[in-house]
């Protein structure tokens, strides 16, 4: 979550303004135009929305309209949207993002102009840029040695990273066109952290993946006299495809195939093929670094035991809130939604009175 305290304001003024603790909340937003890392103008007459995926290689998107020619070079510039609110008098900005336009399209009507613009953030350096011959990485080398290479050779020159000093258990080797986004998500998963995302600040945020509950709560949403929830909210609990049988294997040149096999079969679990009475089996899974029986074993457990739980998924509408990164755990006390949940997606209408909608998940216990 982005800090509440800014512009000499604590982060209880903050938050009052944003829940309008004193009447009415006052908005506005501007769209700068980012060339060679700094504000070089802003485009007028813009509207946009700005989301985010958990689930998707490029985390943050965003669309833009704007009327007129903007002094904007398509090929370099990026658009960096902040969404500011008043203070006690004070305007104190947010800022949204750092987005590369993409397939902007002229829409002429007349003497009148406009454009329409799908954008995405940084991560879309790492994922066009590919390595151009086959690497090798020997045994032994940092994992987040390697990562943080591959981000600052594809353009992104600013990382936020919680460091970790675990190694390559054996040799690596990528296949040229491999894109280093992949190559990245790859290292970083064997490690236990979150895929590549690139925060609020344009900065590449690398972090291990922590179990959402109580403990690591960043914000709460409640429905009293401070409330920003809008009604109504709706939830899903999805345990029609969840499988109860696990399969792996590595195959290498190096080495003989190695298979193994998970069976949920256990009577007290309801998704188990005894409960069941049918056999529901993931999808093959091909670990790349695993080299021993023993293992292959304990990594499809781990993968059974994370693809076994049974989310309850849920959307929720709020005022615009400015703060939220992503990964996010919240406290949500609504009348028809209470609980500790992990915020997988938003999106947020840039606008006075827009709405933002949350998707969030928590674990069921099946």
Known sequence: MLPLARNG???EQVRDSLHAKKGNRRVRFRYYIIRS???AG????MSGTVRYSAEDDIQRTASFEFSGEPAINWLVDQI???MEIQVDNIWTEFSL???IPSTPTRNAEGRHISYTVEAYDRTIFAKEDCITERVFYPKGTPYLDIVQQLILSSGISDIEVI?????????????IGTSKLEIINTLLSEINYLPLSINAEGRAVLKPYQEPNADNVSYS????QLSVLHSPASSTTDLYNVPNIFLAVVSNPEQE????MYINDNPASELSTVRRGRNIVSQLYKPDAITSQEELDTYIRRIAFDQSQVYEAATISTALMPIHEGREVLEIRHPELSGIFEEISWEMELKNGGNMSHSVRRIVQI
């Open 9 to 11: 304001l604590t982060a």
């Open 37 to 39: 890392g700094i504000r």
């Open 42 to 45: 802003v485009l007028p007459g």
């Open 80 to 82: 960096q949207p902040i």
């Open 97 to 99: 993002g750092f987005f």
């Open 163 to 175: 460091s970790s000093d675990l190694k390559l258990p054996t040799d690596r080797e990528f296949d």
């Open 221 to 224: 949403y409640r429905a009293d």
């Open 257 to 260: 195939p190695i298979k193994s």
